[in-house]
């Protein structure tokens, strides 16, 4: 598939900014996963020992604001889900800028569609991943860049699903941008499920920044 029109390091950014509703994330490989026939058994042994280092505090930052969500009901309530969906729309959707930009090259470059794209999509690329041809978002969108990281956790080819590109992924591209991005969220007088969301995924960002340094 295409990885779209445009190039990622220059354009008309009014253009680029409009043009994004209804858009949804997604990476598919190119290729195709190989089967893996062995097993990373030394990341896997760094993965324990960092599991046993990272600092009490960082985990229980993240385990209390996913009790946040928990307890509000955002999880199983109908309705709860509905005022989500809701907020969802206010926050980050809209005619023009929405309340909230999900995007790296804007926290990093000032811009949507800047030079920070361009460098993801060459190590997409590297990676054997591209934009999946249904998708219309970019590929620096926060759920674009979770859902490579997922790839990266559980993939099947061990040459390209394994620690040490884990490590290299994050901290190109979710580690310098993710936490600021997360508090302008939380900041949002609008944001109230997004607000515990946004304090749960800087808790887990900052526990993986810990937990990629010590294995180093």
Same mark, same amino acid.
């Given at each position: 598939?295409?990885?779209? #029109?445009? *190039? ?30 062995q097993?990373?058994?030394? =990341? ?8 046993? #280092?990272?600092?009490? #505090? ?16 955002? !999880? ?10 809701? #907020? ?7 005619? =023009?800028?929405?309340?909230? !930009?999900?995007?790296? /090259? ?8 800047e030079? &920070? ?8 690329a ?9 998708? /219309?978002?970019? *590929? ?38 993710? *936490? ?8 949002? &007088? ?27």
């Amino acid at each position: 598939p295409s990885l779209g #029109e445009g *190039e990622a390091d220059g354009g008309d950014h009014a253009e680029d900014r409009r043009g994004r509703e209804d858009q949804q994330p997604g990476v598919q490989t190119r290729d195709g996963a190989r089967r893996a026939h062995q097993l990373d058994v030394a =990341g896997a042994h760094r993965v324990q020992q960092v599991e046993h #280092e990272v600092k009490p #505090e960082r985990r229980g930052e993240a385990e209390q604001a996913l009790m946040t969500l928990v307890e509000r009901g955002y !999880l199983h309530d109908p309705k709860a889900a509905e005022a989500a969906a809701e #907020e969802y729309d206010a926050l980050f959707q809209g005619l =023009g800028k929405p309340e909230v !930009l999900l995007y790296g /090259s804007y926290y990093l470059a000032g811009f949507l569609n800047e030079r &920070p794209l361009a460098v993801l999509r060459s190590d997409l690329a590297r990676l054997g991943l591209e934009r999946d041809a249904a998708a /219309s978002e970019t *590929e620096d969108h926060v759920a674009c860049l979770f859902e490579v990281m997922r790839y990266l956790i559980a993939g099947d080819d061990v040459e390209v699903c394994n620690l040490e590109q884990q490590r290299r992924f994050f901290r190109a591209h979710v580690q310098p941008w993710l *936490e600021r991005m997360c508090e302008t969220l939380a900041a949002h &007088p609008a944001a109230r499920l997004y607000r515990a969301v946004a304090l749960f995924t800087q808790a887990f960002v900052q526990v993986e920044t810990q937990a990629f340094d010590m294995i180093e």
